[in-house]
């Protein structure tokens, strides 16, 4: 097999015209920044004829070809099968959607787990389900001190009258990645479905429907370097069994039962694009290995090299008196939550902002995990990593930070749960 290339972050980056103001993004968790190629892509599909999907005239071509390089893409992307790539408007209404039909095969008594480490959509669209068919919810914690989801968290909580357990692959707080296999395995003697939030561990991690033993997957382009739309992948099967609301005219066949009006071509475009731009930082050429397995390549290029950057990150905030990092897990993704002494959070964001460090400042959805880990509802400021980050970005939000009053370099001093 062709050897991968290094990553190599100059060529990277210069895929990104935003990058060119000059600012170090670190916001990415909250959405990333588009890479050309992708842009280019919802350019020219918005420069050909369109029309409703068909096989006549050239709009309808357009669309038709469009709407399943698009599934196929997605499914490479997500481990997944074609057949159950929907599409939305955002994972949060895919959610939405997915919840209420699922609900309707609970009855009363019968129970949903969601965790309290999780992003609201995985967690509200579940709850607010389970309350419109007198289900009961029961929720799995995590623990505040070392922010691990365990098996065992969700253990205690599964019963004979689970019907789903709802569990994010990466926290959109701290980053923190449970061992979703290991819950999957114990979610299956219940019999009950597990639906995975991959949002946040898209742009860092591999997300692979099968390899979780997952029943479903949600994401959202926006957060892995394309545009904004939602993407929720399913077993097929599962799709088959379920009946959406839906309008009379609309058809039948699945996936698209459960798409409501007409897909956003152009969107779509950029959405296969930015997995063919992923498949692209492998540096594995297309004659040599197939789109998956190119994926599967650079997503472990990104990690490794976020990794390097991350520990650096650390090293350096644990320099900093005042600075407590309460990404604490073993296994996480490059985000991190920080918290100054007498600071408020707001007040950090607008002191880097102001020297051109843009990063993230609240709970982000995730208002049970912030309160679980003692935070209340002001949260910290969220500092994440991306396949674009530079060592320069990383040494200006150090420097941005030490600027700030009582704020004074020390010797390890003030990171808790230093990695």
């Known amino acids: ?21 000059g600012s ?17 892509a919802m350019v020219d599909a918005m420069s050909d004829p369109l029309c409703n999907r068909g ?49 309707k095969t609970w009855r009363p008594g019968d129970e949903v787990v969601v965790s309290r480490l999780d992003h609201e959509a995985n967690i509200r669209s579940w709850v607010n389900a389970a309350a419109a068919v007198g289900a009961t919810v029961r929720w799995a914690d995590f623990d505040p001190a070392t922010g691990e989801l365990t098996p065992e968290h969700i253990g205690a909580v599964l019963s004979e009258r689970t019907r789903l357990v709802a569990v994010t692959a ?7 990645r449970p061992d979703v296999p290991a819950i999957s395995r ?20 591999r997300v692979d429907l099968a390899a979780f033993g997952a029943d ?24 088959e069994a379920l009946s959406p609301d839906k309008l009379l005219a609309s058809t039948d066949t699945v996936p698209e039962r459960f798409e409501l009006g007409i897909l956003p071509y ?23 290995a197939g789109r998956r397995e190119r994926l599967d390549a650079a997503l472990a290029a990104v990690e490794a090299y976020e990794e390097q950057l991350r520990v650096r990150l650390e090293r350096g905030l644990a320099e900093l008196d005042g600075v407590t990092v309460h990404s604490r897990a073993a296994r996480r993704t490059p985000t991190l939550l920080i918290g100054v002494a007498g600071r408020h959070p707001v007040e950090v964001h607008r002191h880097l902002a102001a020297r051109g460090v843009d990063t993230g400042v609240g709970t982000f959805y995730s208002a049970d995990a912030a309160r679980h880990l003692g935070l209340g509802e002001e949260g910290g400021v969220r500092v994440g990593l991306a396949p674009y980050t530079s060592e320069e970005d ?26």
Request: glycine fraction near 12%; hydrophobic fraction near 45%.
């Open 1 to 21: 097999m062709t050897k991968a290339q290094p990553y190599d972050i100059d060529s990277v980056r210069a895929y990104f015209p935003a990058l060119k103001a």
């Open 24 to 40: 170090a993004h670190f916001d990415g968790p909250g959405g990333t920044q588009i890479p050309q190629p992708v842009i280019d």
């Open 55 to 103: 096989g006549n005239t050239a709009g309808e071509r357009n669309a038709e070809a469009i709407v399943l390089d698009a599934r196929r893409a997605l499914a490479d992307f997500l481990g997944a099968d074609p057949r159950g790539v929907v599409f939305g408007r955002s994972s949060t209404q895919l959610l939405y959607d997915h919840a209420r039909t699922l609900a």
């Open 170 to 176: 990466a926290s959109n707080l701290i980053g923190t």
């Open 186 to 205: 114990l979610v299956r003697r219940t019999g009950a479905l597990l639906h995975v939030d991959a949002a946040q561990l898209s742009s860092h991690g």
């Open 216 to 239: 479903s997957v949600s994401a959202s382009a926006y957060k892995f370097l394309g545009p904004h739309l939602g993407v929720l992948a399913a077993r097929p099967e599962l799709l």
């Open 266 to 288: 152009g969107v779509l475009a950029g959405a296969r694009a930015t997995v063919d731009f992923w498949a692209g930082l492998s540096g594995l050429p297309a004659s040599a």
């Open 394 to 419: 990383v040494e200006r939000l150090l420097e941005g930070l030490a600027t700030l009053p009582a704020v004074h370099s020390g010797a390890d001093r003030g990171l808790v749960g230093h990695h």
